[in-house]
């Protein structure tokens, strides 16, 4: 009985491995159709949070610093003729060296992520995952710090805040537990130097409540929980209380001063990438 047991758990394995391959391999293909995240550049050029960014000393930043005299190994595009004509010698504009920001990525793997509508959708957390590796490639080569987290013991909201410089964290979820109880995981992350962005992913049959006649629904473990008999009479009540639902993520998005990204599986993932990619690469503000 023991072999037959260690020969389960090791296909279990491989196909576990084989899968997280798969999608590592897909987040690189979609991550080599964009350039780079540069988003602690695109911070300083629009003067977000002076001081936080800034070294105060010479590097390779956006934010002018101050004039010095131009040395042997300094570029020549580098001198401002303007300020060398008020001088006897040439002048270079010295740039202050930015702080990176600190990006962490998570995204869940609850049982309700692993769900699917149709087989030729994929799974949330599939979906999730491949996003935000493909996100967290955009950003490394953009010269950003990046930590990736996943599932619930690697949580930020489980974990009491320890931030101190400027980090942003984006979750990727479908976020199906009550608002009112992730706006009180969330608030002691939204303080001080941190920012956030939540990416809601859902089926789209999730929106819709497609279903019809006699209509089985199983939790997680697959065990069934309600029975309809006709499951179109709930349509109706089911899409109004979905869109009440979403209202209220939004709502405590905005309370947080955070933004969100929905998404539907349904959708291209290189359409949801581009809208992350925007949203960081734009001025605080700009994207909504």
Not at 59 to 85: H, L, M, P
Request: proline share 5%; glycine share 6%; net charge positive.
């Amino acid at each position: 009985m023991r072999p037959i047991l260690d020969q389960v758990i090791a296909v279990a394995a491989r196909t576990s491995a084989n899968s997280r391959t798969r999608l590592e391999i897909e987040a690189e293909k979609l991550a080599l159709s964009l350039p780079p995240v540069r988003a602690t550049a695109t911070l300083a050029r629009a003067s977000v949070d002076p001081g936080v960014h800034g070294h105060k000393r010479a590097g390779t930043g956006e934010s002018f610093w101050q004039f010095r005299r131009f040395q042997e190994g300094d570029f020549r595009s580098d001198i401002d003729w303007r300020a060398s004509a008020r001088h006897e010698h040439l002048h270079v504009r010295e740039r202050e060296k930015e702080a990176p920001l600190r990006f962490r990525l998570w995204w869940s793997n609850a049982h309700t992520m692993s769900y699917n509508s149709r087989r030729k959708l994929p799974h949330k957390h599939e979906r999730a995952t491949v996003l935000l590796l493909a996100l967290a490639r955009l950003l490394r080569r953009g010269g950003e710090k990046v930590e990736t987290l996943e599932g619930e013991t690697e949580n930020p909201l489980n974990r009491a805040p320890t931030e101190s410089r400027a980090s942003c964290l984006i979750l990727a979820s479908d976020f199906l537990d009550a608002p009112d109880d992730l706006y009180e995981r969330m608030r002691p992350l939204a303080s001080g130097n941190t920012t956030g962005h939540l990416l809601h992913i859902v089926d789209p049959a999730e929106k819709k409540f497609p279903f019809q006649g006699r209509t089985g629904f199983t939790n997680s473990e697959g065990v069934i929980r309600q029975i309809l008999g006709n499951a179109e009479d709930c349509t109706r009540e089911y899409r109004k209380r979905f869109t009440q639902h979403c209202d209220r993520i939004e709502k405590t998005a905005r309370a947080l001063g955070w933004s969100l990204q929905r998404h539907y599986t349904d959708e291209t993932a290189r359409n949801a990438l581009l809208k992350l990619h925007q949203r960081l690469s734009a001025p605080a503000g700009a994207a909504s």
